[in-house]
């Protein structure tokens, strides 16, 4: 007997605590807790601390303190647990090792000695929209066993050719073609720390995360994503990417645009509520 349920709406804010939040994390993390109210959601905090040479603990507790005074809520979360705690990623790294794990056996990923420098230097090495130089494939036939004594990371060998779609909830039908929108890339760093693309894949599935709201600066990621979703074997979420906030001089926000983040907005004596109207 089968019967489909329909999931209940799980959605998230994955902040870094490596600066101050701005005005351009709120609006997107704005459109995160609406469409999880919107859909009688749950709301999740993620800490996404996995960076510890970027890392400081005192932008942990200003980053709980922004978004609380900005009017947010979540109902999980490294301040208030829950079922799938620990929602900091510095504590999750076996869950992360064991993706790693289950993609080395299934030879979906290599070992890459290639430096930043040798990368930039290949002869073929075009750059993505989202700035990442496409991996010439210096490395693709790596063994572990042959690397002695240097550092390396793991990068996942993408289909080259490939087209990978998706509808997303914003933007509408989006295709990007592996080996020529985005190349091979990296799942596990040369100092032993996951990438991004592997703990944020990791984490949204073991989550239970049913969409994922984010910039659409990481748009081409997600095709990087539902390779890695694909190659796991796991569902990938539904997506909604949102446009990023600009500065007048139409630069995306930055961390650096202290004037924007939202502790010296509050200190300026802005409210909530007419950031809200202004900046939205
Ligand atoms: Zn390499």
């Not at 902040?15 to 709120?26: C, E, K, N, V, Y």
């Not at 076996?94 to 290639?114: D, M, N, V, W």
């Not at 894949?201 to 390779?227: F, H, K, N, P, W």
């Amino acid at each position: 007997m089968s019967f489909s349920v329909k999931q209940k709406y799980r959605g998230r804010l994955a902040p870094s605590p490596t600066g101050l939040l701005h005005l351009g994390h709120a609006r997107t993390f704005w459109t995160a807790q609406e469409r999880a109210r919107a859909n009688g959601g749950t709301l999740i905090l993620r800490n996404e601390d996995i960076d510890s040479t970027r890392f400081k603990l005192e932008f942990f507790s200003q980053m709980i303190e922004d978004l609380r005074w900005f009017g947010f809520e979540w109902q999980e979360g490294p301040d208030c647990g829950g079922p799938c705690a620990p929602y900091h990623q510095s504590g999750r790294f076996q869950l992360y090792r064991a993706a790693l794990e289950k993609l080395h056996r299934s030879g979906f990923i290599y070992p890459c000695t290639c430096s930043r420098q040798d990368i930039r230097n290949a002869a073929r090495a075009p750059h993505t929209e989202d700035d990442e130089p496409i991996y010439p494939g210096t490395c693709r036939q790596n063994r572990k066993s042959e690397i002695v004594n240097r550092k390396y990371s793991w990068r996942f060998r993408v289909p080259d050719g490939e087209t990978i779609s998706f509808i997303d909830g914003n933007r509408g039908p989006q295709q990007f073609t592996a080996g020529s929108h985005f190349g091979d890339f990296v799942v596990w760093r040369h100092d032993d720390v996951p990438a991004y693309q592997l703990a944020c894949v990791a984490d949204d599935a073991a989550m239970q995360i049913t969409e994922v709201v984010r910039g659409d600066d990481l748009l081409v990621s997600t095709a990087r994503q539902i390779l890695l979703y694909r190659a796991l074997g796991l569902n990938p979420p539904a997506f909604f990417h949102c446009p990023l906030l600009c500065d007048k001089t139409g630069e995306r926000l930055a961390k650096r645009h202290d004037a924007l983040s939202l502790r010296t907005l509050r200190a300026s004596g802005k409210t909530p509520e007419s950031l809200r109207q202004d900046g939205f």
